[in-house]
């Protein structure tokens, strides 16, 4: 019988994280700060801890895992790569497409790879308490369930309308004792002066960024510190374990060369986790195609400008050298929720920007029309993000076919869907449609960038 999943011992998981940085062909531009300065690691201790800051500004290529994070993750880690051989088959395609299974994790996605490092190097600084932002409540349920291990407290602060109509996801959060309240809250001045402008909106990630940096900063004990789940070096370092895994895996399928890699980038974090120890090899010379995908109603990577921007609404944290839509921007109210923010990995930008990466879009339609698709010939129902890539795999995947090529295509299976089925039910009745971003609205959220320092 042929092989379907390829899998490693857990004594055979990756004991250090890649760290692209060390590698790129130019030093990415520095964080800066409201002066207009490159951010000191020593400003960013009121909001981190110090061993993540450290590595959010190494330029060291690998750094250890401890043993502690190794533990946990073993929990659902070494995660499978599969090869998509029904797909391959429905599709008739030369192509052997394989795919690294992150939905096997507790909550469900790539997101605790990060979440337990975060959790532990708070827990090894004194740190009593994470407070957090999340969209759909991937994030958010990540870090309860990261922090319920490690003994912290977790507060999540949840865009409202996630909050209000994805019940599920905050129930997980409070299963592994998170405190997760509705963004905008009154709990702070950022959420009271949005409430105070428009008491009925539906929130953003980017104000619930602002929310979540407010109350870890303000708060009296100094126990309590922030966490993002995407976007910064550190994170995206974090996630390399899962590219590191599939090239083990990709030996034991007896494959010497991948032609394809593909990941979904919302803020980049399961893109790069998968990809960036690929890139180090088209770095070093390989030829491989290497796609970031994104929706088009938030195209991010395929049409916004390489700019300095913030991170929040609020304007809170540093400038970070990004593409970006603009930290004002309140994405169309797509079912992909972890695809809806304005910017991306300063990583990920720079590796853009150095042709490194070839950034896809694709409309929201298409999308779950590959979704279903998936779910009707490998079983595992994807979510929303995830179908994504599977898009633009089957579209490589018939490329290969056209071109009558044995292309290797690897995407990251980056979590299922089973939160997510009212997406399902409006894509069934007919309810969804497409929010291809007209230029003119990214003429007008970007124009906020104009009083901002450019990034070339
Ligand atoms: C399943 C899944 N995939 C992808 C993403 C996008 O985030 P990132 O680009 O950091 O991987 C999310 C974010 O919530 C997610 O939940």
Redesign the pocket.
């Known amino acids: 019988m042929d092989a379907t999943k390829f899998m490693l011992d857990e004594k055979d998981m990756p004991r250090q994280w890649y760290n692209l940085a060390a590698d790129l062909p130019t030093p990415p531009l520095p964080p800066l700060g409201p002066d207009g300065n490159p951010v000191s690691p020593d400003m960013l201790t009121p909001i981190f801890p110090m061993g993540l800051i450290e590595q959010e500004v190494s330029q060291e290529r690998w750094i250890d895992i401890p043993e502690k994070i190794l533990e946990i993750l073993s929990l659902w880690r070494p995660a499978p790569l599969y090869r998509a051989r029904r797909l391959e088959k429905l599709l008739k395609t030369p192509a052997r497409i394989y795919y690294k299974h992150?939905?096997n994790s507790p909550p469900?996605?790539?997101?605790p790879n990060t979440a337990v490092a975060q959790a532990y190097y708070n827990k090894e600084a004194g740190i009593e308490r994470i407070t957090t932002e999340?969209?759909?409540g991937?994030?958010g349920s990540a870090l309860s369930f990261a922090c319920s291990l490690l003994d912290l407290e977790c507060k999540v602060f949840m865009v409202r309308i996630s909050f209000d109509q994805k019940p599920f996801r905050r129930l997980m959060m409070q299963a592994w004792g998170g405190v997760c309240v509705p963004s905008p809250s009154e709990e702070t001045q950022a959420g009271r002066a949005i409430l105070a402008e428009n008491p009925d909106t539906p929130g953003s990630l980017g104000i619930a960024i602002s929310e979540a940096i407010e109350a870890a900063v303000t708060d009296k004990t100094g126990k309590t510190r922030y966490s993002l789940?995407?976007?910064l070096n550190h994170?995206m370092l974090h996630?390399t374990i899962i590219g590191l895994e599939a090239k083990k895996q990709l030996e034991l399928a007896g494959e010497k060369k991948v032609d394809v890699v593909i990941?979904?980038?919302?803020?980049?974090?399961?893109?790069?986790?998968l990809a960036f120890p690929f890139v180090a090899d088209k770095i070093n010379g390989a030829e491989i195609d290497i796609l970031p995908v994104e929706p088009t109603s938030c195209p991010t990577l395929t049409r916004a400008p390489f700019h300095y921007d913030f991170g929040d609404t609020a304007e809170t944290t540093p400038l970070l050298p990004m593409y970006t839509l603009g930290h004002k921007f309140v994405p169309p109210p797509i079912h992909?929720?972890?695809?809806r923010?304005h910017g991306?990995?300063p990583l990920v930008s720079h590796a853009v920007k150095h042709g490194l990466l070839t950034p896809k879009a694709y409309d929201q339609l298409d999308c779950y029309e590959a979704a279903v698709l998936w779910s009707r010939t490998e079983g595992f129902i994807?979510?929303p993000?995830?179908s994504h890539a599977i898009a633009a795999a089957i579209e490589e995947a018939n490329k290969a076919k056209e071109e009558g090529k044995e292309k290797v295509i690897v995407f990251n299976w980056?979590?299922?869907g089973l939160m997510d089925l009212t997406g399902y039910d409006a894509y069934f009745s007919g309810k969804l449609i497409n929010y291809p971003l007209p230029e003119e609205e990214i003429e007008k959220s970007t124009a906020v960038l104009k009083n901002l320092p450019k990034a070339d």
Do not use: D, R
């Open positions: 992150e939905g469900g996605s790539h997101k999340t969209g759909a991937q994030w789940g995407s976007v994170v996630q990941g979904c980038a919302g803020g980049g974090s399961n893109f790069a986790g992909a929720g972890g695809l923010y991306i990995s994807p979510a993000e995830t980056s979590g299922h």
